[in-house]
């Protein structure tokens, strides 16, 4: 295999966040989320990390090689129909679970 990446999930979103102690005031404060997904096409196999920025700070960042333990993760981070998106992108890989 060749050591190339793909990107299969990508997405932003601004989270409002009241400002303490002034619950109901017109003005809040805002923060992007950044959720990513990248496949790394390495010697070994495919190797998918997870990453989980707020603003410039990563949260979580994680590695699985194993398309059922990523599954099981991605469930708390994912809807439904986003993971039946990626689902079909590994798939079109030609990734087969074990």
Excluded at 92 to 97: F, K, M, P, S
Aim: charged share 25%; net charge negative; aromatic share 14%.
């Amino acid at each position: 295999m060749s050591n190339r990446t793909e990107i299969l999930f990508n997405t932003t979103w601004n989270v409002r966040i009241s400002d303490p102690g002034e619950e109901g005031a017109r003005s809040h404060f805002f923060e992007t989320v950044y959720l990513t997904l990248t496949a790394y096409f390495e010697e070994k196999g495919i190797r998918y990390e997870f990453v989980r920025r707020i603003e410039n700070e990563v949260k979580i960042q994680r590695s699985f090689t194993e398309l059922n333990e990523l599954f099981k993760f991605l469930g708390d981070y994912l809807d439904a129909v986003s993971l039946g998106m990626l689902g079909v992108k590994i798939g079109n890989l030609g990734v087969q679970a074990e």
